[in-house]
């Protein structure tokens, strides 16, 4: 993928400007009138949408975690709401940088003692839900 724009479906998921493509010449009207022309001057955009539709999360349930204790000195504990296997936490310092990330199930255990006092966001990622808390260090 190059460094063009992303396209976001109802899934939350990422389409690269190839996939969206494909939908488009897959459910348009090409200009030469076989399935192998361009997309032709207007693309059928209600087909397109139900393209883009059919590759979405049906019952979608956004990312949700506690983050226990907080403020914490030396060790801050995830619980999480129906973490799936693909979920994962990422630290975040005040100027954006990552410095913690793991896959991670519900009671997993961080330690922070090492990290300077302050503040820093937890994310949650999980099947495209995304859940951001803030973590007061001592």
Do not use: W
């Not at 896959?103 to 330690?111: D, E, F, L, S, Y």
């Not at 951001?132 to 260090?137: D, H, S």
């Amino acid at each position: 993928m190059g460094t063009g724009l992303l396209f976001l479906n109802a899934a939350l998921n990422y389409l690269s400007p190839e996939k969206l493509k494909q939908i488009l010449k897959s459910t348009g009207i090409p200009q030469t009138g076989s399935k192998t022309g361009n997309i032709g001057p207007l693309p059928d955009m209600k087909a397109a949408i139900e393209a883009v539709s059919a590759l979405a999360v049906k019952n979608f349930e956004p990312a949700d975690f506690i983050l226990f204790l907080n403020p914490a000195q030396d060790k801050v504990t995830i619980i999480g709401n129906k973490l799936s296997t693909l979920a994962k936490i990422e630290m975040i310092n005040s100027v954006g940088q990552i410095i913690y990330s793991r896959n991670i199930t519900t009671g997993h255990r961080i330690n922070i003692e090492n990290f300077l006092s302050g503040i820093y966001y937890m994310r949650l990622l999980d099947q495209g839900g995304v859940c951001v808390k803030k973590l007061i260090k001592k």
